[in-house]
């Protein structure tokens, strides 16, 4: 598992949160802690680190790999959007987010997040309730399906896709990632762009709405930044326009007195990066400030 995994932009995030030694660093999507282990390095030998997701499988894997920095280590099942809580009025002097699916999920079929992997159609990043992708796929209306798609995946074919959907539906309900993504393959007929395999818009849009992904993200990114200690830093890493366009407006409206933009565009992979690990081409790097009293 952690062969596999290679966190994205890693020197570039670094750079961003600016992590030095001492003080208290918040990972919020801490995943299987590759950011998570190099903001330890960096901080050490003092420096201490919240790292927080709602997968317990990724925390338990984190815990196992940084098991040599337990006394530095605070592991929290929950989402993101409950970090202020949790830091109960200590200020961070760094905050990051890497929003989106991990490499864990992806990499097993039995969280239901891969159209390349057949398995049980879940999605859920916390198993422990909430509907899954199946139920939404087999329940909802036609004219709520095509509107969700077309949400959350931005998929134009999001009429034809859910039109396939409940018809296929009607027949046999959807146990599985294989059938749906063959579904979604059959009602659109045609490659993504750059040989993107067609189901990929959907299943983004699915995994949104299961997770509940985008709610109150913007709120939540000002509530992050009012946490920061003078000189902090807020870091997140996006890896779709829908995510990124949210983090965007939330640090334009923020910056101005008290907050600075530290990027101005977003920092994207380089071409070592994107061969290296595919899963990065997407991906968005954007900072804020808080400006020292």
Same mark, same amino acid.
């Given at each position: 598992?952690?062969?596999?995994?290679?966190p994205?932009?890693l020197?570039?995030?670094?750079? +961003?949160?600016?992590?030095? /030694?001492?003080?208290?660093?918040?990972?919020?999507?801490?995943? +299987?802690?590759?950011?998570?282990?190099?903001?330890?390095?960096?901080?050490?030998?003092?420096?201490?680190?919240?790292?927080?997701?709602?997968?317990?499988?990724?925390?338990?894997?984190?815990?196992?790999?940084l098991?040599?920095?337990? =006394?530095? *280590?605070?592991?929290?099942?929950?989402?993101?959007?409950?970090?202020?809580? +949790?830091?109960a009025?200590?200020?961070?002097?760094?905050?990051l987010?890497? +929003?989106?699916?991990?490499?864990?999920?992806?990499?097993?079929?039995?969280?239901?997040?891969?159209?390349?992997?057949? =398995?049980?159609?879940?999605?859920?990043?916390?198993?422990?309730?909430?509907? #899954? /992708?199946?139920?939404?796929?087999?329940? *909802?209306?036609?004219?709520? @399906?095509?509107? @969700?798609?077309?949400?959350?995946?931005?998929?134009?074919?999001?009429? $034809?896709?859910?039109?396939?959907?409940?018809?296929?539906?009607?027949?046999?309900?959807?146990? #599985?990632?294989?059938? !749906?993504?063959?579904?979604?393959?059959?009602?659109?007929?045609?490659?993504?762009?750059?040989?993107?395999?067609?189901?990929? $818009?959907?299943?983004?849009? @699915?995994?949104?709405?299961?997770?509940?992904?985008? /709610?109150?993200?913007?709120?939540? !990114?000002?509530?992050?930044?009012?946490?920061?200690?003078?000189? =902090?830093?807020?870091?997140?890493?996006?890896?779709?326009?829908?995510?990124?366009?949210?983090?965007?407006?939330?640090? $334009?409206?923020?910056? =101005?007195?008290?907050?600075?933009?530290?990027?101005?565009?977003?920092?994207?992979?380089?071409?070592?990066?994107e061969? $290296?690990?595919?899963?990065?081409?997407?991906?968005? !790097?954007?900072? !804020?400030?808080?400006? /020292?009293?």
């Amino acid at each position: 598992m952690e062969m596999q995994h290679q966190p994205v932009l890693l020197e570039e995030t670094m750079d +961003l949160l600016a992590v030095s /030694a001492g003080g208290l660093w918040v990972d919020g999507t801490v995943g +299987l802690g590759g950011h998570a282990q190099e903001i330890l390095r960096r901080s050490g030998p003092e420096g201490r680190l919240l790292g927080v997701d709602k997968d317990a499988q990724a925390l338990a894997a984190t815990r196992d790999r940084l098991a040599h920095e337990a =006394g530095r *280590l605070r592991l929290e099942q929950a989402d993101y959007r409950d970090i202020p809580r +949790l830091l109960a009025g200590e200020a961070p002097r760094g905050v990051l987010l890497d +929003l989106g699916v991990s490499s864990l999920q992806l990499d097993d079929a039995d969280r239901g997040f891969s159209f390349k992997r057949d =398995g049980p159609l879940d999605m859920r990043m916390d198993p422990r309730g909430g509907p #899954t /992708a199946a139920d939404l796929v087999n329940r *909802l209306p036609e004219r709520e @399906l095509a509107d @969700l798609i077309f949400r959350y995946g931005e998929e134009r074919g999001s009429r $034809r896709v859910a039109r396939g959907i409940v018809w296929a539906r009607e027949r046999a309900p959807f146990r #599985t990632t294989g059938e !749906l993504a063959a579904c979604v393959r059959r009602s659109l007929s045609r490659p993504g762009p750059r040989g993107i395999d067609p189901a990929t $818009r959907t299943f983004q849009a @699915l995994r949104i709405a299961v997770n509940d992904e985008l /709610a109150g993200l913007g709120d939540c !990114l000002r509530d992050l930044a009012a946490t920061l200690a003078p000189g =902090g830093r807020l870091v997140v890493i996006a890896f779709h326009s829908l995510e990124d366009r949210e983090v965007k407006q939330a640090f $334009r409206e923020l910056a =101005g007195p008290g907050f600075r933009l530290v990027t101005r565009k977003p920092l994207r992979p380089g071409p070592d990066e994107e061969q $290296r690990n595919p899963r990065a081409r997407s991906a968005r !790097l954007r900072a !804020l400030e808080k400006v /020292a009293a």
